[in-house]
């Protein structure tokens, strides 16, 4: 089993996962850290998983199904298709000024919940979830970011 190593890569992949009672813990220490490692982990978190999922340089059709799906798996969400197939146009760095049009006003609940719904969507497995997540906070501590580490 692949080691996370901060706060936030393990909230998401305890969401990924479905894991409630551990994500709301981690959520409640975000919460407490008022979610400072959000960016980053989420950022690489979630180009890995689109990478994962759509490709590598995925086209306009993946990218809009992937959007409609998303939309769907969060109803209530208040989530619309443009504003998912903007974050991920985005995250792929297609479309740099596409946040500013986001409908959503929280870009980083966006990135998690497309990061989760994702996989949700394309069913993937556990062990390739912790991997995607724990390469994730690699790309964030090679970036230059510091996240938060779990404690021990």
Request: glycine share 6%; with cysteine; hydrophobic share 45%.
């Amino acid at each position: 089993m692949t080691a996370l190593r901060t706060l936030m890569g393990s909230y998401l992949a305890m969401l990924a996962l479905r894991n409630v009672e551990e994500r709301e813990h981690y959520r409640a220490e975000l919460k407490r850290t008022r979610w400072v490692d959000a960016d980053e982990v989420t950022s690489a978190a979630l180009l890995r998983t689109i990478r994962q999922c759509l490709g590598s340089n995925p086209g306009f059709i993946s990218v809009a199904k992937a959007a409609v799906l998303t939309s769907r798996v969060f109803p209530k969400g208040d989530i619309t298709p443009g504003d998912v197939e903007r974050i991920i146009r985005t995250c792929l760095g297609h479309n740099e000024d596409a946040i500013e049009k986001l409908k959503m006003k929280n870009p980083e609940l966006l990135r998690v919940l497309t990061f989760a719904s994702l996989l949700w969507i394309h069913k993937v497995p556990e062990p390739d979830v912790l991997e995607i997540v724990s390469r994730a906070e690699r790309d964030a501590f090679a970036a230059g970011f510091s996240p938060t580490l779990l404690p021990g």
